[in-house]
């Protein structure tokens, strides 16, 4: 697979992921061995960043694009959308494929 791949599994209603919001979420990361590398419930609390601006790894800008608030998304990230041959750290060995599943909390824009 090389392609990102999205699946909504919950359509949210609320406001929607544009380029160069501030986002809130909830998710949990995956190698494709089914090994979590990562998880903001885990930490006990929400992640934000600003989406679509190459803040975040490039299958997240793309994958988290006109995802609703309320929605719950699940994301298949090659390895070259994700951190590509150089891996993070310990628990994301160079070229690995991730999966993510993301709730979408909030968006914040400009105009807010």
Avoid at 25 to 36: E, I, K, S, V
Avoid at 53 to 78: A, H, N, S
Avoid at 84 to 108: C, K, Q, T, W, Y
Wanted: aromatic share 8%; net charge negative.
């Amino acid at each position: 697979m090389t392609e990102l791949q999205i699946t909504d599994l919950i359509m949210g209603n609320g406001k929607e992921a544009v380029k160069g919001a501030l986002i809130t979420t909830q998710y949990r990361g995956f190698l494709q061995d089914g090994t979590q590398f990562d998880s903001s419930y885990d930490k006990g609390k929400a992640f934000q960043c600003v989406i679509g601006t190459g803040r975040v790894i490039k299958g997240w800008d793309q994958g988290l694009m006109g995802m609703k608030v309320g929605g719950k998304r699940k994301l298949f990230v090659p390895a070259h959308l994700g951190y590509a041959d150089r891996g993070m750290g310990e628990n994301i060995p160079p070229n690995s494929d991730l999966s993510f599943e993301i709730e979408l909390l909030e968006v914040l824009t400009r105009d807010d």
